[in-house]
């Protein structure tokens, strides 16, 4: 789908990256849902580089499901102004 | 293999919609006046059964990958001034230590009834003081019918701006700022010692970049997203440690939080300049008054009132709904916002 922007250029809506995101970020949720016990118990863990698994973490998810919001926003037509 | 001697909840799937619902909402506000929501997400979670110190460290970890998208989107409008968020995040941080020393003298000598009252008495008096100016500063402008203008440089930011200090200045070129650093020193000090105390530091960084160094509000309120990013990335770092954060909490708040960060984002670039201090003193006095609510409470746990514990429990839930309340506040307020401007004929929807 094409859309026009506010200076008269036509770009299409970023569906492609909002599906390889999102199947991205769901897989991601569907795995912490699937072994929740298992990674709370390691995530948890003090010794050796464990501690690091919850820093971790937080950047993967952040940056698929960043993305795919980011997507999401774009795909329904709700985007910043550039002043 | 070493565990924290400490219980995490069994989750239900009620838990999950209200984490995804407050996460969504808290990002939102955090996206638009750069910080917010810690305020009602740990008190939240705590009401679900989560351990105090799980859910503040939780909370810290779902805040610093939130910040960082918010301060990534917000930088793409040029509204982030990279340098200024890491010289205050620098002297936050000694903030913090400090704050969290004092917290714990208090505790030990006053016990747990003492800290309380020692924080909600830290969110009335700052939370009055500094949102009862903001509030004032957002009607002054919108009473002088200049609320499309740029923003006026207060007079104290101005003063500060004229002190030159050789050796110690320090130019930040987004924000359009050239001061001293001895200023900004004890302005990230405050920030972070409010960190560790109420959790919420950009309630004393916005206004002081604002109010103090002379920054515009979006670029003040972009910049806190820095300064919550570095406050929220070391705080996990130490909780992690000691084996405290529970990840599922803190990835589900994540999952409603981005889609929030993300939206409040792009209303800072539909909405007036002033608008961003309606939003952060509505918040910061409907706050004040919810912790003023309980102060009773732990006056009365220190023996120094008598109240009945029905009254108690109906201060302690009616502290709670002033909490949420808050964040519904700025929620509806940042909403109202955008669709204002979108009806003004920006908002590029096809």
Redesign the interface.
Same mark, same amino acid.
């Given at each position: 789908m094409i859309r026009r922007e506010a200076n008269g250029v036509e770009r299409s809506k970023p569906y492609p990256q909002l599906i390889a995101s999102g199947i991205a970020s769901s897989s991601l949720y569907l795995l912490l849902y699937l072994y929740e016990r298992e990674i709370l118990s390691a995530f948890t863990r003090t010794d050796s580089w464990y501690p690091a698994l919850p820093v971790v973490a937080a950047f993967v998810f952040s940056f698929a499901h960043g993305v795919f919001t980011a997507c999401f926003w774009e795909v329904l037509g709700v985007k910043g102004r550039k002043k | 293999?070493?565990?924290?001697a400490?219980e995490?909840i069994d989750?239900q799937y009620g838990d999950v919609l209200a984490l995804l619902a407050i996460g969504f909402v808290g990002g939102l506000v955090s996206g638009f006046i750069g910080s917010g929501g810690a305020f009602v997400l740990t008190p939240a979670m705590m009401s679900m059964g989560v351990p105090g110190v799980v859910a503040v460290a939780s909370n810290l970890?779902?805040k610093?990958?939130?910040a960082?998208?918010g301060a990534?989107?917000r930088n793409?409008?040029g509204h982030v001034d990279v340098k200024l968020g890491l010289v205050m995040a620098a002297s936050a941080a000694i903030g913090v230590w400090l704050g969290a020393d004092i917290q714990h003298q208090i505790k030990e000598n006053f016990g747990e009834p003492g800290s309380n009252l020692y924080v909600s008495l830290a969110f009335v008096v700052v939370l009055t003081i500094v949102g009862g100016f903001v509030l004032h500063d957002a009607v002054t402008v919108y009473r002088s019918g200049k609320s499309d203008e740029q923003e006026r440089v207060s007079r104290l930011a101005r003063w500060v701006q004229s002190v030159e200090i050789p050796g110690t200045m320090m130019h930040f070129r987004t924000a359009n700022v050239r001061v001293s650093v001895l200023f900004t020193l004890p302005l990230g000090f405050a920030t972070g010692l409010l960190a560790s105390i109420i959790a919420v530091g950009g309630f004393i960084g916005v206004p002081g970049m604002m109010y103090v160094l002379g920054a515009p509000g979006l670029i003040a309120t972009a910049t806190e997203l820095v300064i919550a990013f570095v406050m929220g990335?070391g705080g996990?770092?130490k909780y992690?440690?000691?084996?405290?954060?529970?990840?599922?909490l !803190?990835?589900i708040l994540?999952?409603g939080s981005?889609?929030g960060i993300?939206?409040g984002?792009?209303g800072?670039?539909?909405v007036k300049p002033f608008m961003i201090k309606v939003v952060m003193a509505a918040i910061m006095l409907i706050v004040a008054v919810s912790r003023g609510l309980v102060v009773p409470v732990y006056l009365t746990e220190l023996g120094r009132l008598d109240l009945a514990p029905r009254t108690m429990a109906w201060l302690h839930t009616a502290s709670f709904a002033f909490l949420v309340l808050a964040l519904c506040t700025g929620g509806i307020i940042i909403l109202a916002s955008m669709l204002r401007?979108h009806r003004a004929g !920006?908002?590029?929807?096809?």
């Open positions: - | 293999m070493e565990h924290a400490i995490f989750l970890c779902h610093f990958p939130k960082l998208v990534y989107q793409k409008f990335f996990t770092i992690a440690l000691h084996g405290l954060v529970d990840i599922r !803190a990835l994540l999952a981005l889609f993300q939206l984002v792009i800072t670039t539909y401007g !920006a908002m590029p929807l096809k």
